[in-house]
């Protein structure tokens, strides 16, 4: 087996939601092969990157940030023939990424929308607007105060304002 | 009469009205009731997940408890939020531990979440509850010149051990809807594969090469349209062929769908009242071949 070069990793992967299945990977490849990513860049490769988190090569997944580069399609994880939930995985290391000050700009643009809007992708006086015309009823009011107490107690609030003042 | 409790996400009313039009028309007229819910907020999508998967799942959870409080089920427009949703309900459901720690954050808002309804996607709705003769029987103008490229996406199907939507290597839902409208689906290459559209915005080269070798493939198969279920499938391919165009000088022109357009024409409603304007890349060929 490889040597782990940060054992803590792999346990601080391992013990997070949907990063469980990690070690029941043996590295043949069907991810990789599965990934419209990776055909087109060699920046991102689901083995490599399950390959890290088992050797624990926590600075290649967090710093030189490939999993950023997943677009969430999940043809490996349904392919993988050990069970292996790598887009999950994906999104478990991002939790952990995001911890340690690694954020795209863009994750940190969308995270304040839903902060501030309730919604990812705000809506405008505009498109309210032309709802009437085409015959759309008014759109319902956001729950926006429910979401800030989830946001509050979950701590994800605070996360991403961290993670806004490393990114300036 | 069904009924279902409308999630609405954020997307659709904020960038896509045609879609939601034409999904409000065709399922009245085929006899599905909506009830708007209020108070939603975004499903907890991948970009929320990314930050803390604990959040989606409370964010997903509220909003599930909304439509239970109605005793309706949920019933969604976009793939995106279907994913989120269905998989936060099927996961809670199942896993008492966590339906625990979730409600403990949902203390916090006065709101429980019970899983005692699903969530589906409307195509779900239209199979199911609908039924594919009754859609045949509704059918006003038939489609039967068309050649429609059907695009399912990766949040409509994918995790399919929690969304158990269809048969994830070989599915057939679109492909048998698209053919209840008399236009005939056809086969192209590498037709379940992404859009690159969660990709937009912060790796736009590489989303734009995705969705590229998807309109490639669509061309070679003589499609005179594609036919999507999910907002962000739409945007890579009608938006994006106009990128196509200005990037590497590709001219394409073959228009993108949302389904329930292609059943509202199907359904004889006049296509003065869809939105279908708004679209990037025109529609007005797909309208005279079936004039």
Same mark, same amino acid.
């Given at each position: 087996m490889m040597?782990?070069?940060?054992?803590?990793?792999?346990?601080?992967?391992?013990?997070?939601l949907?990063g469980?299945?990690l070690?029941?990977c043996f590295q043949?490849?069907t991810?990789?092969?599965s990934c419209p990513?990776?055909k087109?860049t060699?920046?991102f490769?689901?083995?490599l990157?399950?390959?890290?988190?088992?050797?624990?090569?926590?600075?290649r997944?967090l710093v030189?940030?490939?999993?950023?580069?997943?677009?969430?399609?999940?043809?490996?994880?349904?392919?993988?023939?050990?069970?292996v939930?790598?887009?999950e995985i994906?999104?478990?290391?991002r939790n952990?990424?995001?911890?340690?000050?690694h954020?795209?700009?863009?994750?940190?643009?969308?995270?304040?929308n839903l902060?501030v809007?309730?919604?990812?992708?705000?809506?405008?006086?505009?498109?309210?607007?032309?709802r009437?015309p085409l015959g759309l009823p008014p759109?319902?009011?956001t729950?926006?105060e429910p979401?800030?107490?989830i946001?509050s107690?979950t701590?994800?609030?605070?996360?991403v304002?961290?993670?806004?003042?490393?990114a300036? | 009469?069904?009924?279902y409790?409308?999630f609405?996400g954020c997307t659709i009313?904020a960038?896509?009205?045609?879609?939601?039009l034409?999904?409000?028309k065709?399922l009245k007229n085929l006899g599905?009731?909506l009830v708007?819910?209020?108070k939603?907020?975004?499903? &907890?999508?991948?970009?929320?997940?990314?930050? *803390? @998967? %604990?959040t989606s /799942?409370a964010i997903a959870?509220y909003?599930?408890? +909304?439509?239970?409080e109605?005793?309706l089920?949920?019933?969604?427009?976009?793939?995106?939020c279907?994913?989120?949703?269905?998989?936060?309900?099927v996961?809670?459901k199942?896993?008492?531990?966590?339906?625990?720690e979730?409600?403990?954050i949902?203390a916090?808002? &006065?709101r429980?979440?019970?899983?005692?309804? *699903? @969530? %589906?996607h409307? /195509?779900?709705?239209?199979?199911?509850d609908v039924? +594919?003769?009754e859609?045949?029987?509704n059918?006003?103008?038939?489609l039967d010149n068309?050649?429609v490229?059907?695009?399912y996406?990766?949040h409509?199907l994918r995790?399919?051990?929690l969304?158990?939507?269809d048969?994830?290597?070989?599915?057939?839902?679109?492909?048998d809807?698209?053919e209840a409208t008399g236009a005939?689906?056809i086969?192209?290459r590498n037709?379940?594969?992404?859009?690159?559209?969660l990709l937009?915005?912060y790796?736009?080269?590489?989303?734009l090469?995705?969705?590229r070798e998807?309109m490639m493939?669509?061309?070679?198969a003589k499609a005179d349209?594609?036919t999507?279920?999910?907002?962000?499938?739409?945007?890579a391919l009608?938006?994006?062929q106009?990128?196509?165009k200005?990037?590497f000088?590709?001219?394409?022109?073959i228009?993108?769908?949302?389904?329930?357009?292609?059943?509202c024409l199907?359904?004889?409603v006049d296509?003065?009242d869809?939105a279908?304007?708004?679209?990037r890349?025109?529609v007005?060929s797909?309208?005279e071949?079936i004039?």
């Amino acid at each position: 087996m490889m040597k782990k070069q940060n054992p803590q990793f792999y346990e601080q992967v391992t013990s997070k939601l949907g990063g469980e299945t990690l070690t029941k990977c043996f590295q043949c490849g069907t991810c990789a092969s599965s990934c419209p990513v990776a055909k087109l860049t060699t920046r991102f490769n689901p083995r490599l990157v399950i390959k890290n988190a088992v050797a624990g090569e926590k600075e290649r997944i967090l710093v030189d940030g490939p999993i950023w580069l997943c677009c969430s399609c999940y043809n490996c994880q349904e392919r993988c023939p050990q069970g292996v939930e790598i887009a999950e995985i994906m999104y478990a290391l991002r939790n952990i990424a995001l911890k340690e000050g690694h954020l795209p700009k863009a994750f940190i643009e969308m995270a304040s929308n839903l902060m501030v809007e309730g919604r990812v992708v705000p809506t405008s006086a505009f498109t309210a607007k032309r709802r009437e015309p085409l015959g759309l009823p008014p759109l319902k009011e956001t729950g926006i105060e429910p979401l800030s107490k989830i946001l509050s107690v979950t701590s994800f609030s605070k996360t991403v304002e961290k993670a806004k003042e490393v990114a300036k | 009469m069904t009924t279902y409790g409308l999630f609405l996400g954020c997307t659709i009313p904020a960038r896509q009205p045609s879609y939601e039009l034409a999904s409000r028309k065709a399922l009245k007229n085929l006899g599905i009731e909506l009830v708007d819910l209020d108070k939603t907020t975004c499903c &907890g999508p991948p970009p929320i997940e990314s930050v *803390d @998967v %604990k959040t989606s /799942l409370a964010i997903a959870a509220y909003n599930i408890s +909304l439509a239970e409080e109605l005793d309706l089920d949920m019933v969604t427009l976009c793939s995106g939020c279907f994913q989120s949703l269905a998989k936060a309900n099927v996961l809670l459901k199942e896993e008492e531990h966590l339906r625990e720690e979730i409600n403990e954050i949902l203390a916090k808002t &006065g709101r429980k979440f019970r899983g005692n309804k *699903d @969530v %589906k996607h409307y /195509l779900q709705v239209l199979v199911n509850d609908v039924g +594919l003769v009754e859609i045949k029987n509704n059918i006003a103008k038939a489609l039967d010149n068309l050649r429609v490229a059907s695009f399912y996406g990766c949040h409509l199907l994918r995790p399919s051990s929690l969304l158990k939507l269809d048969d994830v290597e070989r599915p057939r839902v679109l492909d048998d809807l698209i053919e209840a409208t008399g236009a005939k689906s056809i086969y192209y290459r590498n037709k379940l594969k992404c859009c690159g559209g969660l990709l937009r915005g912060y790796e736009d080269d590489l989303a734009l090469e995705i969705a590229r070798e998807k309109m490639m493939n669509i061309s070679k198969a003589k499609a005179d349209c594609v036919t999507t279920v999910c907002p962000f499938c739409f945007v890579a391919l009608d938006m994006g062929q106009l990128q196509m165009k200005s990037k590497f000088n590709e001219v394409y022109e073959i228009p993108v769908l949302h389904y329930p357009e292609l059943l509202c024409l199907s359904l004889g409603v006049d296509p003065k009242d869809l939105a279908l304007g708004t679209h990037r890349t025109k529609v007005d060929s797909l309208l005279e071949k079936i004039r």
